[in-house]
């Protein structure tokens, strides 16, 4: 789905034209994938709108900062109220918020040294991402996720999603929907841009972050439901072929939020529909970010938007 554009973007402390957000070509970032940024949405609600973890978001884009060495120039409270300024200035709700840091234009050397550190926040509208009514087609990559101590995958950096676009543009001109990726020692690890689950005899899988896997925010927010909802969880390694054996896997992820999985390379999940457990983890997930829920675990950051007309994605 193209960028539809908004009014403002924040940059470095002030709200600017979205047409004026321009970086130079010769910028730190374009010749070394030197940034790091977020994916986070605010929901439409009965009463208003909200952002969907907000702070955890932001702190996350410190963390991936500091693990480069970047120093921001923003605490994580600035960050936060900076969000909600360019959310209600723009008056686009529901919407997709991207957060990016980045090295901007001074040297040309590899060393990031006397490059200034920029920041940009954006939103603007953005629908489903994971298509197919009932469940996703997805494949195995042939690509793996970033072995141990080459690029960190906890780190949310720019340059990581050139291995998520091979494995992305792998599945989609094979037919699919998306591509899961094995870590480097051939097990299971997390989608181009999404973690997964995987329910087999009533119990919840998902690989722990040492095989290679993003910290997701929804990853957390579905662990936390489930014990809530009382299903037994647990973070362990998985091998491939226990996704094809699977009663049930499932994608979770900001842009993704919680997508069913239908099959995988060809092999049916389970009865190729979504199943009960995926199911009920995703009505409280939305439940929750649409406010028809209550806020049981202190997720949601209101914004005060008076869109005449809300957009619809
Ligand atoms: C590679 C990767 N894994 C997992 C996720 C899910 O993370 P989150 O739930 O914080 O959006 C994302 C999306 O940000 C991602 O890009």
Same mark, same amino acid.
């Given at each position: 789905m ?9 940059h ?7 047409e004026?957000?321009? &970086?130079h070509?010769?910028s730190?970032?374009?010749?070394y994938?030197?940034?790091?940024f977020?994916?986070?949405?605010c929901?439409?609600?009965p009463h208003?709108s909200?952002?969907?973890r907000?702070? /955890?978001?932001?702190q996350?884009?410190l963390?991936?900062?500091? &693990?480069?060495?970047m ?6 409270e /600035?960050?936060?109220a ?7 200035a ?8 991207r957060?990016i840091?980045?090295?901007?234009c001074?040297e040309i050397?590899?060393s ?5 550190v920029?920041?940009?926040i954006a939103n603007f509208p953005w629908?489903k991402y994971?298509?197919?009514h009932?469940?996703?087609d997805?494949?195995?990559s042939?690509?793996n ?6 690029l960190p995958?906890l780190?949310?950096a ?8 091979? &494995?992305?543009?792998e ?9 899961i ?6 097990l299971?690890?997390?989608g181009?841009g /999404?973690?997964i ?10 690989p722990?972050l040492a095989n290679?896997?993003?910290?997701g925010i929804?990853?957390?927010?579905v662990?936390?439901i489930a014990r809530?909802?009382g299903?037994?969880?647990?973070e362990q390694?998985?091998p491939r ?9 499932f ?6 939020e919680?997508?069913? &999985?239908?099959?995988i390379d060809?092999i049916?999940?389970?009865d190729?529909?979504?199943?009960e ?9 939305f439940?929750i970010?649409n406010g028809?829920?209550p806020?049981r675990f202190?997720w949601?950051t209101p914004?005060k938007?008076n869109?005449?007309?809300p957009?619809?994605?």
């Open positions: 193209p960028i539809q554009p908004t009014s403002n973007i924040w470095n402390g002030k709200l600017i034209p979205w004026q957000a321009n &970086i070509v010769m730190h970032v374009i010749h994938g030197s940034s790091v977020e994916g986070i949405r929901y439409k609600q208003g909200a952002v969907f907000l702070p /955890e978001h932001m996350r884009l963390d991936s900062a500091k &693990i480069y060495r120093d921001m120039p923003f605490t994580l /600035e960050l936060c900076a969000a909600v300024d360019v959310i209600e723009n008056g686009v709700t529901p919407c997709y918020i957060p840091a980045l090295r901007g001074g050397g590899v990031p040294k006397g490059t200034p920029e920041v940009y629908g994971i298509p197919g009932g469940g996703a997805v494949c195995i042939s690509w996720r970033l072995a141990p101590n080459t995958s780190a949310k720019g340059a990581n999603y050139m291995n998520s676009q091979l &494995i992305h543009m599945a989609e001109i094979n037919g699919y929907q998306e591509g990726a094995l870590d480097v020692n051939g299971v690890s997390e181009s /999404e973690n689950f995987v329910v087999r005899n009533g119990l919840l899988y998902t722990p290679s896997a993003l910290s929804t990853r957390d927010s662990l936390t809530h909802l299903f037994a969880v647990t390694a998985l072929e226990l996704l094809y054996i699977a009663d049930e896997v994608f979770t992820g900001t842009a993704a919680v997508s069913p &999985i239908r099959s060809r049916v999940v389970g190729g529909k979504p199943g457990i995926t199911t009920k983890i995703a009505d409280e997930f439940g970010a028809l829920k806020d202190g949601l914004v938007v869109a005449s007309e957009v619809t994605v």
